[in-house]
């Protein structure tokens, strides 16, 4: 009995303190969505104080002046163009990986992960000039391509992990009933990848969504290719800053991401406890 009151005092305590980080983690949220129906004057004088009336009029305000349809659409070419070839490149380039024992595959793999440890700021600048030089700079396509080589390193760390697990006697079944090559990838391991996919989909999507330095480098300069989070910093300036109409844009820019993970959030679960259990 005194064990089993242990156990369930320091579940309790555990819930409590989880609870308790995530208002933490939830409370500039918070911020950005009670400042987004205040006045300037009210942001002004309190940024914490509940707005004494909502100023609905913010949001279609910054829906007409940043035309929200647009960078809408700007970033959603960007995003799916970044996820489709951080998918398609990363798992391919594990599952041959993990199949492939030898020396130099496993000095390879050691340098396709090895960039999630270099800061993006100490190669910004070679990314930019990179960039302009294969005419990748001012576009929605481009900005999509450059992802793949930033998120690929880890794309390949979780999917490598993943495939150690999977049978190779699936392979050898495939290719006894005439499936090589890319159709056995394809039709036989990547329809096993499904959850494990899906969490990278998720964290991707959080990321590239709501990113804003590499926007910043590549697109800042043309208003057509802008995307939401650099439309929000155009209400902050040198001399002038409209806080409430800063507050509103970044709301609206990172409501779709949170209305995505909110949705598929069960996937993350499931594909850690999937690659838990076959690693």
Request: hydrophobic share 55%; aromatic share 14%.
């Amino acid at each position: 009995m005194k064990t089993q009151s242990k156990a369930r005092a320091g579940r309790i305590v555990l819930e409590i303190v989880m609870v308790l980080l995530s208002l933490v983690f939830l409370y500039p949220l918070f911020l950005a969505i009670n400042n987004s129906f205040k006045s300037f004057g009210e942001v002004m004088t309190d940024v914490v104080a509940l707005p004494k009336q909502l100023v609905f009029e913010n949001y279609s305000y910054v829906w007409s002046f940043i035309n929200y349809p647009k960078l809408f659409l700007n970033n959603f070419i960007i995003t799916t163009v970044g996820l489709a070839g951080i998918i398609l490149v990363s798992s391919i380039a594990a599952y041959k990986l993990a199949r492939t024992k030898t020396r130099w595959s496993a000095l390879l793999y050691l340098v396709c992960i090895m960039p999630m440890l270099i800061p993006f700021q100490s190669i910004m600048l070679t990314v930019l000039q990179l960039a302009k030089d294969l005419n990748l700079s001012e576009s929605t396509w481009g900005l999509g391509i450059l992802y793949w080589g930033f998120g690929a390193p880890l794309a390949v760390f979780i999917y490598h992990g993943f495939v150690k697990g999977i049978p190779k006697e699936i392979d050898e079944s495939a290719t006894i009933d005439g499936a090589s090559g890319f159709k056995l990838f394809f039709l036989v391991i990547f329809p096993l990848l499904k959850s494990v996919t899906t969490t990278i989909i998720i964290i991707d999507v959080m990321w590239i969504w709501n990113d804003f330095l590499l926007p910043l480098l590549m697109v800042n300069g043309s208003p057509d290719t802008k995307t939401l989070t650099l439309a929000a910093y155009t209400f902050v300036g040198q001399y002038t800053s409209d806080w409430q109409y800063a507050m509103t844009a970044m709301v609206m820019a990172v409501l779709p991401s949170i209305v995505v993970f909110i949705f598929l959030q069960k996937y993350i679960v499931k594909g850690v406890v999937a690659g838990a259990v076959k690693g």
